[in-house]
């Protein structure tokens, strides 16, 4: 009998779940060796708000969200979109904390801001 394309395409991933079901049978009987989680050791992952004030930090300026994505990229190899970066710095201006926003789509160190401002009267 000729299978169909779609058929055969469900039978594939009939057995790829029947075999992962197998191998998941086999390790709570002892039969097969469970793979080990590696403990994360040391320091914790820097969420995309610590990156992003030690990127402004050393840049000492405020910077616009495209060049912190970059930033992000080419520092940390994290590779993100300007809408997460926005959100969670958008976030934090308007709770108060860290940082400020100077401009549309631009961040800065709230401190920074603050001296700035205050140095000005």
Partial sequence: MQKTDSEHQAL????????????????????????KRRRMTGKRRQSLV?????????TEHSMHV???????????GRITDRDAVSSALGKKVRQGVLFSQPSPATFDLLARGENEKGSMT
Avoid: F, H, N
């Fill in 12 to 35: 594939e991933i009939l057995e790829a779940m029947l075999t992962l079901q197998l191998k998941s049978v086999r390790q709570l009987l002892g039969e097969e060796d469970m793979p």
């Fill in 66 to 76: 495209r060049e912190i994505v970059k930033q992000l990229q080419a520092k940390y």
């Fill in 50 to 58: 610590d990156q992003s004030v030690e990127i402004l930090t050393e």
